[in-house]
């Protein structure tokens, strides 16, 4: 694979929720910046199949299943990529679900838990099983997805704004606590065309309503965004690049939140 110029040359990168959307646009992306990555999903046939994408392209990629909600899951992850690569240079921690649009006295509890699992205890218990191994090594970065939903609140998503702005804060902890051998930064998106935010427009009682509000959402490029946008930004931060980045939180969110009109 020798599309990019080797912006993570000889890296090794493990990207959670590679099956589809974001995840799978930044394996892709690592891969062609030289990257080894390890393609990590629920989905374990959807993962391989990115995985196997890579290597046809000429890429070094491994796909796995994997629950990032579960210490089993995490743990079995990590221990596969080191396995595979000999070490963990990147860690993306992205897998993520959008949860129901319920206000709190309606939401259910099951669902609480499960976005809460799946969107930010997936990010502790990830990093806490790829951490020794970036300890030991004396190196690494990772990046957590966390959202613009991080920073400001919109209607009857509570997990979910409660799990990003989780992720926000986790991600300041673990720069001050694991810096300068190893860089923790975040990436904000705005909306982004993924399975997810499908799903949550085809869910909705007006979807060609919904797909609009998303648009009109983002008052400066009044578009959704596409995952490989947000790739880029992921890159970035994986890179030599970002080097004097440590706890931040590269907003992306189009121009969605600059400001409050009118
Ligand atoms: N799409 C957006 O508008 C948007 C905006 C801001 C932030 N995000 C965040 O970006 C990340 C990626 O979302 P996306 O939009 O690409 O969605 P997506 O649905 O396309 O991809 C998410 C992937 O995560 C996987 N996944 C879900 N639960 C998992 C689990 N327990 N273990 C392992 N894998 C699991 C899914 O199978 C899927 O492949 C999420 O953290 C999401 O919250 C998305």
Redesign the pocket.
Known sequence: MSVGSGRVAGKAALV?????????ATAMLLAEEGAAVAC????GT?AASVAEEIVTAGGRAFGMQ????TRE?TQAMAAATVEQFGCIDILHN?????GVYEPVHRFPEDMWEKVIA??LT?VFLGSKAVLPYMLEAGRGVIIN?????GSFASRTLPA?HAA?GGVLMLTKQMAVDYGPAIRVNCV??????????R?VIAQSADPAAREQEYKDSNPVLKRIGD?REIAYGVLFLASDESSFMVGADLFMGGGQGLFSSP
């Open positions: 959670t929720g590679a099956a589809n959307g974001i995840g799978r990590i999903d629920i989905n959807q994997a629950d990032v909600s899951g992205n897998a993520g679900i959008a799946t969107n997936s997805t966390c959202s613009v939903f979910y990003k904000s998106p705005g909306t982004i065309d993924s399975a997810m935010m799903s995952p």
